[in-house]
């Protein structure tokens, strides 16, 4: 076969055909070709390179001997002591003898109800007594006598048991006089109306003049109100959480002063004396899911009155495994962390958590102390797969972030935060 011969400029190559200007265009061609080929290549070696453990910051489990515990309640303020006062006999007030709004002492008189018609009570009570001591003298010296007749067989029988019998009724009508005397001595004791109790007296609610009785309801009330008493209802999960606290306490077997209890008063203010528990009622209510519980508080200036409202405020303090709330992650209604081993491989675990105080989160069961748990990446890891951990250092922007400052209602945001990562 013969070759044939190539020529310059734009001589054909076989027959007819140039070739100068189609050599320039293929070989252009040609480049781009092989340049997107090499490319190609270049990013299925990048795609094929395997990746590496993900980064993520770890910190070790550590255990907070004063982590706080804090929850409020709506309370009512009422006195430790309360009695409403009655009259105990009917008449007319004929006057008022303390001040309302003041401080009175147990026996102070309040009221005085006219004692005349009880004056003249007592003296017909005294007058009917001395007249049946003088029938019983009379029948007693009657029975004595006819009792010797008998014995001297002068009368008979009959008579000596009629006198005896008479005697024996007017000792009891002597005894009854006597009675009648004490009942009408306390009538009219009952005029003076006074305070049961120390304590504060309230607005009367008679004037001089009424007439009052058992019957025609209360005149006044006396409360005590140091210590005062502070109402409040605790839920029944609340209750559960911290019954075996809440029993020590009240039967001396934990300190009092172990449970804190602050007022937060209507202005926000906090009431300087602490509280203690007094009592936790016998029946949980079927209709509301609550326990009523009361606590008492140092009153001695008085300021704090009954009908106040005010936040109970508890804080205590309890040793505690914490992690940063970073390090816990919500899914699916479970609180999950990953815990990285000495292999560096990271384990994806359940946990029960507790309060969220500061930066941390309270762990209750699910980690034990010194296990190293992602604080930053929780988010790159997969269960049972090796991380590159680094330590992390806590950040601390303010009083407010550190692991004993008390954070209320803390759950429900950051919850929300690590669910949605």
Not at 64 to 79: A, F
Not at 228 to 248: C, G, M, T
Not at 397 to 406: R, S, V
Request: proline residues 5%; aromatic residues 4%.
């Amino acid at each position: 076969m013969q070759v044939p011969a190539i020529r310059n400029g734009s001589e054909s190559v076989g027959p007819g055909r140039p070739i100068g200007r189609l050599s320039s265009h293929a070989i252009q061609l040609l480049c781009m070709a092989s340049c997107l080929w090499f490319a190609g290549c270049e990013k299925k070696k990048e795609a094929a390179a395997p990746a590496g453990p993900p980064d993520v910051l770890v910190t070790d489990v550590r255990q907070v001997d004063n982590i706080p515990y804090q929850r409020e309640w709506v309370g009512t303020l009422d006195g430790s002591v309360n009695s409403k006062v009655r009259a105990r006999v009917q008449g007319y007030i004929v006057r008022q003898a303390f001040d309302e709004g003041t401080i009175v002492k147990k026996g102070d008189l309040l009221f005085e109800i006219d004692p005349a018609p009880y004056v003249a009570a007592l003296e017909k009570a005294k007058a009917a007594m001395l007249n049946a001591q003088a029938q019983e003298l009379e029948t007693s010296v009657t029975a004595k006598r006819k009792v010797e007749l008998f014995q001297q067989a002068t009368i008979s029988a009959e008579e000596r048991d009629q006198a005896v019998q008479a005697e024996a009724a007017n000792i009891a009508s002597v005894q009854a006089a006597k009675a009648a005397v004490v009942e009408a001595e306390l009538n009219l004791g009952y005029t003076k109306v006074v305070s049961p109790i120390d304590g504060i007296a309230s607005i009367s609610q008679v004037n001089v003049g009424d007439l009052v009785g058992p019957s025609t309801g209360e005149l006044t009330e006396v409360s005590t109100v140091n210590p005062i008493k502070a109402k409040f209802y605790i839920s029944e999960q609340e209750y559960l959480k911290a019954a075996k606290k809440i029993n020590d306490v009240l039967t001396g077997k934990a300190l009092s002063h172990d449970v804190n209890l602050t007022l937060i008063l209507s202005d926000g203010s906090a009431f300087p004396e602490k509280g203690k528990l007094s009592t936790v009622n016998l029946n949980a209510d079927s209709r509301t899911g609550t326990v009523e519980v009361e606590a008492l508080f140092p009153n001695p200036d008085n300021i704090l009155r009954p009908g106040l409202f005010a936040l109970v405020r508890l804080v205590t303090e309890s040793k505690s495994l914490v992690v940063p709330q970073s390090s816990v992650l919500f899914m699916q209604g479970k609180y999950l962390v990953a815990v990285v081993d000495k292999d560096g491989k990271a384990k994806v675990r359940p946990v029960e958590v507790g309060e969220k105080v500061g930066t941390v989160w309270e762990i209750k069961e699910g980690l034990k102390i010194g296990e190293q748990v992602v604080a930053e990446g929780i988010q790159k890891v997969r269960d049972d797969e090796k991380v590159n951990a680094k330590p992390y250092v806590e950040k601390q922007t303010g009083e407010g972030d550190k692991a004993g400052a008390p954070k209320t209602d803390a759950g429900s945001t950051s919850e929300t935060q690590n669910g949605a990562r």
